[in-house]
Structures are given as C-alpha cells and as structure tokens.
C-alpha cells in the first residue's frame, strides 16, 4: 500500500489479531533479528526498557523495513515525550499507569494535531519514513494505547473507554495483578485474574475499542486472540535471548552428566 498508513491498522481492517513483538534492548542486531521474525508491530519500550532516544532513532527504521507498525511504550503520560516519540516515526504510543478518564484524554491529545487535539507540528523524521505525511493522515493512522494496570484504572474502565479517539487498550498483566495482591507476572490463571481481563475485554469489544495485552506464552497469546483479543505481545527480545541462553546451557549439562568426560593421555593442565 502506498502513502501514509498504519501496518497495525490494517491488520485489523483484514479483519486480523496482531502479534506484536516487543524490543527492550537497545541493539541494532538484535533488532534486526527480532524484525526478521514477521511481526505485526514492534514495540520499543522505553519505560523499563534500556532504550533511550537515540537508540530509538537507529530501531524505527529496522522495525519500519520489515513492514511492522514502530510502536513505542513511552517512560510515563508526559506530553513531550509522547510528541517527541511521535515526530520520530512511532505509528503507536503504549502510554503506562492511564487511571482515569482525563489521563486518557491527555494521551490522546498528545497524538493528535488540531482542532482533534494539542500535538504540535514538526515531525522531523515522521515526515521521512512516512509518504504523503499530512496532519489528517496522522491524526487518522497513530493509535493510542491506553496501558490498563491498576486497580483505580479497571474501576474507571468506563469512562477510560468513553474518550474521544482512544486508539486502544493495553493491559500490563503484571501491575494489574500486583495492584491487586497477586505476585507480578504475564499468563494469569488466577479466577480473579482471569474474571478482570476477560470483563476489560468484553467491555472493549463492545465499545469495538481494540484489545491488547502482554503474554509469556505462544499458548496463552492464542487463548487471548480465540477470547476476542486484538492484539497479543509474546515475551521480548531479553527473555528470548535468557530463555534459550538458560535452555541451552541446561541441556548441555544434563547431556555432560550422562556421558562420561574424556580421559586425556597427556593433559596439559
């Protein structure tokens, strides 16, 4: 497709659940490995991410190479960082810690120019990665993810849900669970847990606000996607890179204490 648009969003035109991968280390190699994978989107995260600004500035346009949405989980709700996320080709904002109605309306705010909202004009690279880059366009394509992860946020869903062009909703399992007196963590089986996100997603649907929310696992990413669930991430970058790190040198120990070691003629140690 030509001009101005949004990979994640016409995922979900074609009627499509996204699978979004998610960067949190600031690496051009294994960013380019992480995109060489076929996500949907890609998401950096700058909050507990080790990413900053110029590394994002080296990420977008390997995540923008490989037809995935640039996605970008920002450090708080602050407008400048947003805006500034924005003017470098981010096609979504994953915005932590929305609790209220008037959080959310400052996110989606900061997503859009006027008359829709309060963002201001200059996308210095937007402009670049993005042909036929005009205010209206913008204001259609970006989404805006509201992270739900609180206790006051689920009690407020919906009101949160009732904001102008909010683009979506993100649920942090593990703050969520934290906030209410479950160990942090992705892949609930918790029944309160598992109740709250199932009544996050239903209210979604029936608001048709897209749903997202983090998972651990390739299985439980596709229980949420068969619940409803617009979009699922599946782990990061760092726990593929730990997980099969561990994995590997797991099996090479228990394959090193079924077999005898060598015995050397000479050694030389």
Not at 71 to 88: G, K, N, S, T
Request: with cysteine; charged share 20%.
């Amino acid at each position: 497709m030509s001009g101005f648009h949004n990979p994640l969003r016409q995922c979900w035109a074609d009627g499509r659940s996204a699978i979004n991968g998610w960067i949190a280390v600031p690496s051009i190699l294994s960013a380019e490995a992480m995109a060489a994978a076929g996500w949907d989107a890609l998401t950096v995260d700058m909050q507990h991410g080790t990413t900053d600004y110029a590394d994002l500035l080296t990420i977008l346009p390997v995540i923008e190479k490989s037809g995935a949405a640039p996605i970008v989980r920002v450090p708080w709700l602050d407008e400048a960082a947003i805006m500034r996320v924005l003017d470098a080709g981010a096609l979504g904002i994953i915005a932590p810690m929305i609790n209220t109605a008037a959080d959310a309306s400052r996110l989606v705010s900061a997503c859009r120019y006027p008359p829709d909202g309060d963002r201001s004009f200059g996308p210095v690279r937007a402009r670049l990665a993005q042909p036929d880059y005009t205010v209206d366009a913008a204001n259609r394509e970006v989404v805006p993810f509201a992270m739900i992860e609180t206790r006051e946020a689920a009690d407020n869903l919906d009101e949160i849900l009732s904001v102008p062009g909010l683009g979506g909703i993100y649920i942090g399992p593990a703050d969520l669970s934290l906030s209410h007196g479950f160990p942090p963590g992705f892949d609930r089986k918790e029944p309160q847990m598992v109740e709250l996100i199932a009544k996050i997603q239903k209210s979604c649907r029936e608001r048709q606000i897209p749903c997202g929310i983090h998972c651990g696992s390739v299985t439980y990413a596709m229980q949420m996607v068969n619940a409803g669930f617009s979009l699922v991430t599946v782990g990061s970058d760092a726990r593929f890179v730990e997980e099969g790190a561990k994995a590997t040198v797991t099996s090479f120990r228990e394959m090193a204490h079924q077999v005898a070691p060598p015995q050397l003629d000479n050694p030389t140690y």
